[in-house]
């Protein structure tokens, strides 16, 4: 749905600008103002979905339950129906990313980044498990922090 929105305001900022163009008049201001206006809304709509996209993956291939007494995660995945048991002596480092927007529109975009031993990376999305919850079974595992308006999995 936010994808067809900045569509149609990307559509609208173009149509706009193409009739700013033809207009010859000295204060044109407003005019431009407005533009940067529908473009910047058309950004934010499209820029949130492709990130969701991306969330859809790591969300689609496993499952995340949370052992509160013993300090675990227990990962499921959902393709090869292994299970996989992420404790402390597993964990390198942990970085949280908040979404510090608080309305529908990207206040789901924030995860968790889980660097392992081995070296690889596990990515727990909020729509999965809160970041505070993580933080909360693994805080001396946090080396870093970010509360951005949307963030990408990186």
Excluded: C
């Excluded at 994808?3 to 207009?23: A, C, E, H, P, Y």
């Excluded at 292994?82 to 529109?105: Q, R």
């Excluded at 081995?118 to 729509?127: D, G, H, V």
């Amino acid at each position: 749905m936010t994808l067809g929105t900045g569509i149609l305001f990307l559509i609208l900022s173009v149509f706009l600008t193409m009739k700013i163009i033809r207009i010859t008049s000295e204060n044109l201001t407003l005019a431009y103002i407005s533009l940067l206006i529908f473009y910047l809304v058309s950004y934010l709509f499209i820029a949130t979905s492709l990130i969701r996209f991306t969330y859809r993956k790591p969300e689609k291939e496993i499952t995340v339950l949370i052992n509160k007494g013993g300090k675990k995660l227990t990962l499921k995945h959902i393709s090869s129906g292994k299970t996989e048991v992420i404790n402390n002596d597993l964990i390198k480092a942990i970085e949280l990313y908040y979404s510090w927007n608080t309305n529908p529109f990207s206040s789901d975009l924030g995860y968790s980044k889980i660097k392992l031993k081995n070296n690889s990376n596990i990515f727990i999305t909020q729509n999965q498990v809160s970041q505070s919850e993580i933080k909360g079974l693994f805080r001396n595992k946090v080396i870093k922090e970010k509360s951005r308006f949307m963030n990408r999995l990186k």
